[in-house]
Each structure stands twice: as structure tokens, then as C-alpha cells.
């Protein structure tokens, strides 16, 4: 048998650092790298940028079983039954993983906590040969812990930065420049070239708005498409895992691994999907197609998601316009029905700001209602069903124990933990049914719905991450796609990016990755973070 090319002769050559997760696919299906190999030089870069040089801290716990596994994968290449052979993946922290990893949702109060199986997506990934290379660092329990956290902050895992722009701010180590949403930590991996592809998860803007801050792809699928089981939920009804990777043909090569039914999560039973995500990706996919653009100058006050950009951000959004307009694309300028966007009444309750280092302290924050109420009914479910090797079986465990060591968990406070552990934990109460049956109506049905069929529309076009909300309440899909870079962030003067987001109906994912596949290649805006060099072989 001939004997594979050595790190040493290959690396070089593949600048796998930002290489597409295909091109990677490729060289190990040819045996111009191996496994063991790959594995190695993304440590390395870990080592060298995450743990090293600006500390990027994306990655919470590296899997101490990584080498043995791509080891284990040196004599596989990739088939079209193990299509990730090789291939080095993270997977954010809430998600189980049945292996020495622990799965902590960054949380102090599960430090060292196990799961009893691996979740159906991890499962799926090791069946497609994928070297799960760690656990990435998240906004803590996902962002449903306390207001005003900040993006990418756990109290077990510290804070994400954005490779862009690494800075902190102050006394308290804030970002100056956000990662993004909850997958944070994923996000930055991608973007920093740490890993080939990583996994990350959304109830609301959690996929979108860290793809766009970092300048990757990504798809929040829709609800059903991909199983949660497994999952440390925040609300089930708009729960979902979506991959995050360099490139749109990344993300639909994850997507084909990624969606298949599962008797663990029952909605997944109602699936649509094509046979292969990757088919006629092609740039004349954007010819003839209606994209609606839901800004009209005519009617300024309800012009919210493109009104009120930035000068920077509007020619960004403009210029990608004019990419689409180029590709033969329909452009349709019309207003989102404004009570969709708005949303309907009772949809949100006050909570009681207790984070210490806000501004708003002792006032009444939001939070959605659907959020609160189904997180406690989740929460307390996954833990008595996944969770092991812990002492926590209940949200008010997490509660208690937060309370009694303060000073390391309570950071930014619980306020929403206290304020989701008052309801009864069983969906019964009838402001929980009010709530989320007004989410739908206002956002699937008086606005996705309402908007796509009055304009006969393909796609709806929103700037970076501003649509995620009604397309998540909609349980709808989008994908995110770089769109370039704006100058003077939060402040800075650094450049940092942001995406465009493709967003349609009910298991539209095929026509979006279309879209975007098309946009992307015409438009080519997704550049590196600065300062973070291939390292010597």
C-alpha cells in the first residue's frame, strides 16, 4: 500500500487554515493528507491563537480522544458513506456528547457533568467519520441565564473575542467588538481557522448574528429539520442546531449529514428534504429569482430593518443588492407588514434586572414568554434524561448552587433563571398558550407568510442578523452569508464583517443555499481575520 504524504509535505501547500471543509474533503480523499495529520495542525493553531497570542478562548475543552479517533480514521478516506472521514469538527458546549468531554452549557454549576448518550447530531457525525475535536465556548446556558450577559461570556468557560477585533473593554473584560450570539465560540473557531466546520445552535439569532460578526456561512434551519435530542434547550419551539463553516457548500455538505429524522425528537418525523443539499449549487441560481426586500423609503417608520442602518451598513446592503440585481434576481422593495415584526400582545414579560454591572439595574428587563416558560419544562427534562455525573437534577439546583458560590457563577447575575423557575414547569398556564400561539400568528402568519405570498417572493433579504426573530419565531430558515467588511464596529477602528441573510418558508434550505451559493460566488466577501498567520509546518 502506498504510504500517505506527511504533514510536513502537504500542510504547507493546503493552507487548511482557511480552506473550504471541501477542499480538505478532497485532499483526504487522495491521501494528500491524513487524519492524524489535520487533527494535529488545527491543535496546533488552538494552541497558538485560542490558548496563545490573543487568546481567543472559542474553544472551552479540547476532546482528549481527538488524535486517537483520527488515528483510528488514517486508513479511511472520505466515501459517500462516511463523507466528514478525517474531518476535524467542534460542537458547541450544550450539545451531549457520550465520550470524557463533559457537556456544561458553560455553566459552573455543571462543571463536570456528563451525558448518558451522545445527542442524535453527534451521532450522526461520528457515522460520517468526523473527529469531534472539543467542546466550543458559549454565551452561558445559551443566552437565557441573566440580561445583558454578554455575547460569548460562560462563567466556566470566560469570554469569547472576536478574532477581528480582540480587544476588552474596561475593568470588566468586555469585548469592545461582540463575537456574536451564544455559538460565539463556534463561530470564532470558523472564522479563526481552528477547526474545518464547527456546530452551533439557535432559538433566536444565536446562529445568525455570530456567522455575521465573524464572517462565515451558516443555516438556522427550520424547526423539525434537525434533531434536538440531546440539545440543552432554551425553547423547543424554535430550538435548532445548523452548522457554520467558510463556505455555503460546506454548510450544505454538513446539512446532508446533519437532517434526518429521529424518533428522539417527534417533530423531526415531518421533515422535507432534498436528497442532496449540495445539487445545482450554481451561480445562475439567482436569475429570475423574487427577493424581497423589505425596506420602502415611501414609509419610513415601519422601514425597520433596512431604515435604520448605518451609512456603512446601507452601502454594504446596497452593494450586495446590486451583486443579486447583476445575477438576474427580481428585487421586490416592500415594508414587512408591520404586525409582524412588532409582534402581537402578551408575547413578553417584564423580569426584574439583577445584573450587577448593567446600567439598568433594578429596572424591568424583557424576555419572551414562550422563552421562560418552555426553558424550565426543557431544562429539568434534559437533566434528568441526559445529564449524569452531577449533582444538579433541577433548574433550581442551578439556582442554588449559583447562589452559593456568587462570586464565580453570578458574574451577570441569573435574573431570567429566577424568573423562568416560577413557572409550574408544565406548559399548562394559559399565558404560555396565548404567547406562543400570537408569535405565529404575527410572524408566520401576518408576517413571513403574509409578505412572501403577497409579493410571490423566493427569499427574504435581511441585513446581517436583523431578520432572526420573525424567522425564528416562524420556525423558518435562513442562511447567513458574508457580504463584507465596515470600518468602525462598536467604535473601533477595526474592519470587521457582516452578512446578508436568506430567509423563506418551511424547508426552503435547498433554495436558500442556492441563493447564497450564487451570491457568494459572485460576490467572494469573506475575508480572514488579520493576524492570525499559518504556522510554520
Avoid at 187 to 198: E, F, K, R, T, Y
Avoid at 252 to 267: E, F, G, Q, T
Avoid at 292 to 300: H, Y
Wanted: overall charge positive.
Amino acid at each position: 500500500m502506498k504510504k500517505p504524504p506527511s504533514r510536513a509535505t502537504t500542510l504547507p501547500d493546503l493552507s487548511f487554515e482557511d480552506a473550504p471543509m471541501s477542499d480538505l474533503i478532497d485532499a483526504l480523499a487522495v491521501g494528500r493528507v491524513t487524519a492524524t495529520a489535520l487533527t494535529k495542525a488545527y491543535l496546533a493553531r488552538l494552541a497558538a491563537y485560542d490558548r496563545g497570542g490573543p487568546m481567543l478562548n472559542s474553544v472551552r475543552a479540547l476532546n482528549p480522544d481527538a488524535l486517537a479517533i483520527a488515528s483510528e480514521l488514517d486508513g479511511s478516506k472520505p466515501s459517500a458513506k462516511r463523507p466528514l472521514a478525517g474531518i476535524p469538527i467542534l460542537v458547541k458546549d450544550n450539545i451531549a456528547t457520550f465520550d470524557k468531554q463533559p457537556t456544561t452549557a458553560g455553566s459552573l454549576a455543571l462543571e463536570g457533568a456528563r451525558a448518558k448518550r451522545d445527542a442524535t447530531i453527534v451521532k450522526l457525525l461520528r457515522k460520517a467519520g468526523a473527529v469531534i475535536l472539543g467542546k466550543a465556548n458559549l454565551t452561558e446556558f445559551a443566552n437565557i441565564l441573566a440580561i445583558e450577559m454578554p455575547a460569548g461570556y460562560s462563567s466556566l468557560g470566560g469570554q469569547v473575542k472576536n478574532p477581528y477585533a480582540p480587544a476588552l473593554l474596561g475593568d470588566h473584560d468586555i469585548p469592545v467588538v461582540t463575537p456574536g450570539g451564544s455559538s460565539a465560540g463556534s463561530a470564532v473557531a470558523v472564522a479563526a481557522g481552528l477547526c474545518a466546520a464547527s456546530i452551533g445552535t439557535e432559538t433566536s439569532g444565536s446562529l445568525l448574528h455570530p456567522a455575521s460578526r465573524n464572517g462565515i456561512v451558516t443555516v438556522k434551519p427550520t424547526v423539525g429539520l434537525i434533531s434536538r435530542a440531546g440539545i440543552m434547550p432554551i425553547a423547543h419551539s424554535q430550538d435548532t442546531a445548523g452548522p457554520m463553516t467558510r463556505t455555503v457548500r460546506d454548510a450544505a455538505i454538513l446539512l446532508n449529514v446533519l437532517a434526518a429524522a429521529d424518533p428522539r425528537d417527534p417533530i423531526t418525523q415531518r421533515q422535507r428534504r432534498p436528497a442532496d443539499y449540495t445539487a445545482d449549487l450554481t451561480r445562475d441560481a439567482m436569475k429570475g429569482a423574487r427577493i424581497g426586500v423589505p425596506s420602502d423609503p415611501a414609509d419610513p417608520l415601519n422601514d425597520c430593518f433596512f431604515g435604520k442602518l448605518p451609512p456603512d451598513g446601507a452601502k454594504l446592503m446596497a452593494d450586495a443588492i446590486k451583486v443579486m440585481e447583476d445575477l438576474g434576481a427580481v428585487i421586490v422593495r416592500a415594508n414587512m407588514p408591520t404586525r409582524g415584526w412588532i409582534a402581537g400582545p402578551g408575547v413578553n414579560m417584564a423580569v426584574l434586572n439583577r445584573n450587577p454591572l448593567s446600567s439598568n439595574k433594578g429596572n424591568p428587563g424583557g424576555a419572551p414568554i414562550v422563552f421562560l416558560y418552555e426553558l424550565k419544562y426543557g431544562l429539568n427534562l434534559y437533566l434528568k434524561e441526559w445529564a449524569t455525573n452531577t449533582d444538579i437534577k433541577t433548574m433550581s439546583d442551578i439556582i442554588a448552587f449559583n447562589a452559593a458560590h456568587g462570586d464565580k457563577a453570578m458574574r451577570f447575575g441569573q435574573d431570567l433563571f429566577l424568573a423562568a423557575d416560577l413557572t409550574k414547569g408544565d406548559l399548562s398556564e394559559r399565558e404560555y398558550k396565548s404567547a406562543r400561539a400570537m408569535d405565529l400568528l404575527a410572524a408566520r402568519t401576518h408576517g413571513m407568510d403574509a409578505y412572501m405570498n403577497q409579493h410571490k417572493l423566493d427569499a427574504v433579504l435581511f441585513p446581517a442578523a436583523m431578520g432572526a426573530a420573525i424567522a425564528a419565531k416562524a420556525g423558518y430558515p435562513s442562511v447567513m452569508v458574508p457580504a463584507g467588511l465596515v470600518s468602525g464596529a462598536d467604535g473601533t477602528d477595526a474592519d470587521c464583517p457582516v452578512g446578508v441573510t436568506f430567509a423563506g418558508r418551511a424547508w426552503s434550505e435547498h433554495k436558500l443555499l442556492r441563493l447564497a451559493y450564487a451570491y457568494e460566488q459572485a460576490s467572494q466577501m469573506r475575508k480572514p481575520p488579520p493576524g492570525l498567520p499559518a504556522l510554520p509546518a
